[in-house]
């Protein structure tokens, strides 16, 4: 019997592992999804930009074009500046999604023994009841 409490206790360990593992996963998804965002209006304004640049070298307005070019290039960078950081959060989170799928193997199989134990204790306790004459059926 002791083996199956410490068995349930693992198992609670476990999801409690698990639990917090995929609320790390939700807090990396809203911050992926955050740089994503910069990302996405970052190329927008992106292309707007160039278009600017390009009436701007049509009408050869050479001071205004350098000045749009320069916040081309700032843009460019900030964009850039998301990817490191989002690839990073990427992949941790595909580390989570690994520990998470060993844990629930782990869950999976504990939950076996578990079970095994449970009807080990649950023939013991009934063998003891007929034995002591305690059964009624």
């Known amino acids: 019997m ?7 206790e693992e198992l609670r360990k476990i999801k409690g592992q698990i639990d917090l593992l995929k609320q790390e996963w939700n807090l990396l998804t ?19 930009l160039e278009k600017i640049i390009e009436e701007l070298r049509n009408k050869k307005d050479l001071a205004r074009l350098t000045q749009v070019e320069n916040e081309l290039r700032d ?13 990073s959060l990427m992949d ?30 649950q023939v013991i306790t ?6 002591k004459g305690n059964f009624r059926g």
């Open 2 to 8: 002791k083996e199956n409490s410490i068995k349930h």
């Open 30 to 48: 809203k911050d992926m999804g955050r740089l994503a965002q910069i990302q996405d209006r970052g190329t927008i304004e992106k292309r707007s």
């Open 75 to 87: 843009l460019e960078a900030k964009i850039k500046a998301t990817e490191k950081p989002l690839n």
């Open 92 to 121: 941790k989170q595909g580390q989570i999604t690994e520990k998470i799928s060993g844990l629930n193997q782990e869950t999976r199989e504990l939950e076996k023994v578990v079970k095994d134990l449970d009807n080990e204790v």
């Open 126 to 131: 009934e063998g003891l009841k007929i034995k």
